[in-house]
């Protein structure tokens, strides 16, 4: 990702919560024109990072539906994270991990074909076996021959992100970070200091923050994240339009408490 003059962390759109069901609140899936209203609004307020996955149910197609109404400048200016080794199971409406080179292949190129241009791959359902695997490393191989060179790992502990780091080939890394989790704070400024992209998800805790403790607020809780000093995403999971222009406007309100960033 190649951020802006003079900004180091952008507001990012997840998109789990378009494809499958998810949220501390309300789990449910919004339908395809809601879907479709809520990445208008993030494209028309200035959202240009925007983060997927196959496992995310429909979520890619209904992010490449949305990327074929864009004219090819304003696609240009689009920046997509999506992952592989997570998949979806249509006919269960459930996710499943296979990290094997046929299923990285395949998965990778579904994605292709439904997003087109892909800016980041990330390695989903991350573990230290799988990133020493040669299974692994033949994927990235093949990730490189469609034009994918940026690439990383989202990580949910601690091992794999220090192996992620120590690793000059990975290029982005994706973990929480947030008020109630504070797990990965080394670990986002190991990142850093090597100069990686760092994707910080889940700055509410799903939303948990916004519900069992309104003491903190939304430009609260982004300028917890920007009180470090990286370069990359934070990532805003909503899916209603609505909340994402209050998250939209609590990050701005964060970054000019925020300076450096």
């Not at 794999?160 to 080939?169: D, E, R, T």
Request: hydrophobic letters at 45%; one cysteine or more; proline letters at 5%.
């Amino acid at each position: 990702m190649t951020l802006p003059a003079g900004r180091r962390v952008e507001f990012a759109l997840g998109l789990i919560g378009i494809g499958k069901p998810w949220g501390f609140a309300n789990p449910a899936v919004p339908d395809v024109r809601q879907a479709l209203a809520l990445l208008e609004r993030a494209f028309a307020l200035g959202v240009r990072d925007f983060d997927t996955a196959p496992s995310y149910g429909v979520s890619e197609e209904r992010l490449g539906l949305f990327l074929t109404s864009l004219t090819p400048r304003e696609r240009s200016a689009v920046r997509i994270a999506t992952k592989f080794g997570e998949h979806w199971d249509a006919a269960r409406a459930e996710p499943f991990v296979d990290h094997s080179l046929d299923a990285l292949r395949r998965s990778l190129d579904g994605s292709v074909t439904r997003l087109g241009r892909i800016d980041f791959l990330q390695l989903h359902k991350t573990t230290p076996q799988v990133l020493a695997s040669s299974d692994l490393a033949r994927a990235w191989e093949y990730a490189a021959t469609l034009g994918i060179t940026a690439i990383g790992a989202s990580v949910s502990d601690l091992e794999s992100a220090g192996i992620a780091i120590a690793n000059p080939a990975c290029r982005i890394l994706q973990f929480p970070y947030n008020w109630a989790q504070r797990t990965f704070a080394g670990v986002l400024d190991q990142a850093a200091a090597r100069g990686m992209t760092i994707a910080v998800n889940r700055p509410f805790a799903m939303g948990r923050m916004l519900y069992e403790n309104r003491e903190v607020s939304k430009a609260e809780a982004f300028g917890l994240i920007l009180e470090k000093r990286f370069e990359g995403v934070i990532l805003s999971g909503t899916k209603s339009p609505d909340h994402l222009e209050e998250n939209w406007r609590a990050f701005g309100e964060a970054l000019a408490r925020n300076p450096g960033h």
